[in-house]
Nanobody, 123 residues
Framework: QVPLEESGGGLVQAGGSLRLSCESV????????MGWFRQAPGKERQFVAALSKNGVAYYADSVQGRFIISGLNTTSTVYLQMNNLRPEDTAVYYC?????????????????WGQGIQVTVSA
């Protein structure tokens, strides 16, 4: 069983918006540090955004000012609001959960992963 479930991906035109959601299947009411990563074809997985348990958010430079990560303290659900999307944002987006309170920016910081969801931005 995949421990995290992502939803909300799809196809959008450049300049448009999408909101991704992620929820823990195994611990839906426990809020840990959560992160979003993405992987484009032929490229390595890269950090996008992360949210610590205390609400502190971290962003990659490439999405700062366009993406917003948020979550509720009472559930595991975390959102990634993506605005002003660009073709270079096209990738498979992965949700990740760290069994701890402080988020990290490396893939190795995280313990559980979703199966990924496709986001495609057309020019």
């Amino acid at each position: 069983q995949v421990p995290l479930e992502e939803s909300g991906g799809g196809l959008v035109q450049a300049g448009g918006s999408l909101r991704l959601s992620c929820e823990s299947v195994t611990r839906p009411f426990i809020r840990n540090a959560m992160g979003w990563f993405r992987q484009a074809p032929g490229k390595e997985r890269q950090f996008v955004a992360a949210l610590s348990k205390n609400g502190v958010a971290y962003y990659a430079d490439s999405v700062q000012g366009r993406f917003i990560i948020s979550g509720l303290n009472t559930t595991s659900t975390v959102y990634l609001q993506m605005n002003n999307l660009r073709p270079e944002d096209t990738a498979v987006y992965y949700c990740a959960e760290k069994w701890g309170a402080v988020a990290g920016v490396r893939s190795s910081d995280y313990d559980d992963w979703g199966q990924g969801i496709q986001v495609t931005v057309s020019a």
